[in-house]
Each structure stands twice: as C-alpha cells, then as structure tokens.
C-alpha cells in the first residue's frame, strides 16, 4: 500500500510531518549509486550533483507517494507569481491553484557551504510564510550534519532551526535519517 499524506486541513502537522519523512527515508533508500555520485568518464571517482539526485529522488518520491491526494512539484518557478518572490524550491507537496493545501516543502543540498545553506534557509522561511507547514533539509552526499553552519545559517535567514527537519542521506541504499542538533554541554 501506497503513503497517505494528510492535508492540512485534515490532520495536525506533526502526523502530516511524519507521513511525509518517512515517504522521504523511502524514497531516498531507493535511490540507487550511478544518481547519488555521478560516474564522469576520464575521472576516477564520481562527483555529487545535486540536479541528478534531485530527478531520481523525485521520480522515487512520487513512487512513494503514489496514493496521495497532493501534487508533488519538483522546482515550481514562482517567477511572475503575485503570493510569492522569485524563488524555486526543489521540492513541494501541495495541491496547485489554491493556498489551503500548501503542505510540505524540501530544499536539498550536498554543498555546505554557508551561502548555499542561507538560500536554502530563506526559501524555507518564504514558503513557511505562505502555509506550507512541513519545512525539510535534506543533505545528501555528507558524512554528517554541519550544525554550527546550520545554526548560523538559519540566523542570517531569521528562521528557527528547530522548525525545519533535517535529514541525511549518507551513501546510496541507505535512507536518509532525521537527525538533531546536539545537546547543549553544560559550561
């Protein structure tokens, strides 16, 4: 059987949260070696590219979501829309031509570089401005989360860190695992 995703509407976010994470862990647990590192020829190892893993992880996301009621959109062009800012998303959950079903959306990324973390971090802060209720990280292609990049980022974007998900999708096969920021150490 197919995942259910629940409308806003019709369950509180935290079950729609997790319906939606574990579409992702699946999803992500499918997405096979030649998409999480590109083999290039001439070159002795491959090399991430996050357009390559975001098309395998769509086509696997829509597998996994297959009984759901919402669209997923894999980088919606808000240009020109009168709600939204120029931004594109990698991925939304949603039901399109209307604001009462704007679910889910998920910024992926194997570059931890401060910059690209701000831009993703503010594109989630945008489209949690406009309903979308489920916020999502996926890092793909890192050993571990950089949580001090993190944190800074989402201050320079003016968005809590603690309302966005964070999963890590470590190596092929595997699925990606909701991780948290460390405890506090007393001083």
């Given at each position: ?90 991925f939304i959950l949603h039901t399109p031509g209307g604001h009462e079903e704007n679910t889910a959306v ?25 309903g979308y209720g489920t916020l999502v990280l996926l890092l793909f292609a890192n050993s571990n989360v ?26 092929p096969g595997l699925a990606a695992t909701r991780e948290h920021p460390p405890a506090p150490t007393a001083?």
């Amino acid at each position: 059987p197919g995942l259910r995703v629940a409308g806003r509407l019709n369950s509180g976010v935290r079950q729609q949260t997790m319906t939606i994470l574990a579409a992702l862990e699946q999803a992500t647990e499918a997405i096979e070696a030649p998409y999480f590192l590109l083999p290039i020829a001439g070159r002795d190892l491959p090399i991430k590219r996050e357009r390559v893993y975001c098309y395998e992880l769509f086509h696997q996301l829509r597998l996994a979501l297959r009984d759901s009621q919402l669209t997923l959109t894999g980088e919606p062009d808000k240009r020109g829309h009168p709600d939204f800012p120029p931004i594109n998303p990698d991925f939304i959950l949603h039901t399109p031509g209307g604001h009462e079903e704007n679910t889910a959306v998920v910024e992926v990324e194997c570059r931890v570089g401060l910059e690209h973390l701000i831009k993703d971090f503010r594109n989630l802060k945008t489209m949690r401005d406009r309903g979308y209720g489920t916020l999502v990280l996926l890092l793909f292609a890192n050993s571990n989360v950089p949580w001090p990049k993190l944190a800074q980022a989402a201050r320079e974007a003016d968005i809590g860190l603690g309302e966005i998900a964070v999963l890590l999708h470590r190596a092929p096969g595997l699925a990606a695992t909701r991780e948290h920021p460390p405890a506090p150490t007393a001083a």
